[in-house]
């Protein structure tokens, strides 16, 4: 089974930035659709960055601009950069990794365990 670890989150001010990490414990990292999702308190879990093995990125409309996310391969890790922080943006942050073996019809899926980011003054 494949493990993610997430880490970086914690109270900020707005307008500030933070970056979440989160490592995989997968030998064929490199070749997983990664994502970050977020669910505030009251609210549905919401897809807020992905990046595809090829190195594609897409956001959501509420942190295009201000959020940015990447991959390091060689560390089996993903991150989070989160810029112009605003109280908008508190929630849990989760990791998602997406395996699809498309031969077989098969998709797995795994999550982290989740990491805080409160905003506030």
């Known amino acids: 089974q494949v493990q993610l670890v997430e880490s970086g989150g914690g109270l900020v001010q707005p307008g500030g930035s933070l970056r979440l990490s989160c490592a995989a414990s997968?030998?064929?990292?490199?070749?997983?659709?990664m994502a970050w999702y977020r669910q505030a308190p009251g609210k549905q879990r919401e897809l807020v960055a992905s990046?595809?093995?090829?190195?594609?990125?897409d956001y959501s409309d509420s942190v295009k601009g201000r959020f940015t996310i990447s991959r390091d391969n060689p560390k089996n890790t993903v991150y989070l950069q989160m810029n112009s922080l605003t109280p908008e943006d508190t929630a849990d942050y989760y990791c998602?990794?997406?395996?699809?073996?498309?031969?077989?019809?098969?998709?797995?899926?795994?999550w982290g365990q989740g990491t805080q980011v409160t905003v506030s003054s």
């Open positions: 998602n990794a997406v395996l699809t073996i498309t031969s077989r019809g098969a998709t797995y899926t795994y």
């Open positions: 997968t030998s064929i990292f490199s070749i997983y659709a």
């Open positions: 990046i595809a093995p090829g190195g594609t990125t």
